[in-house]
């Protein structure tokens, strides 16, 4: 599964970049749907809707 993948990844590099020891490190991936997120104070969009969130935050 490409979510453990990476969680293992991230936490390998975290160990390589910090030195702190793999016991100590934790990496949590959570797959959340993008209505129950905000950034900048808007609710993100989902896939595939990402043409126009530039926009919408006034960046594009």
């Given at each position: ?23 100590h490190v934790m990496v949590v ?32």
């Open positions: 599964m490409a979510g453990t993948r990476l969680a293992l990844e991230l936490s390998a590099a975290a160990v390589r970049i910090t030195g702190v020891e793999e016991s991936i959570q797959d959340i749907p993008a209505r129950s997120a905000v950034e900048g104070g808007q609710v993100p969009p989902e896939p595939g809707e990402e043409k126009e969130w530039p926009a919408r935050r006034g960046q594009g």
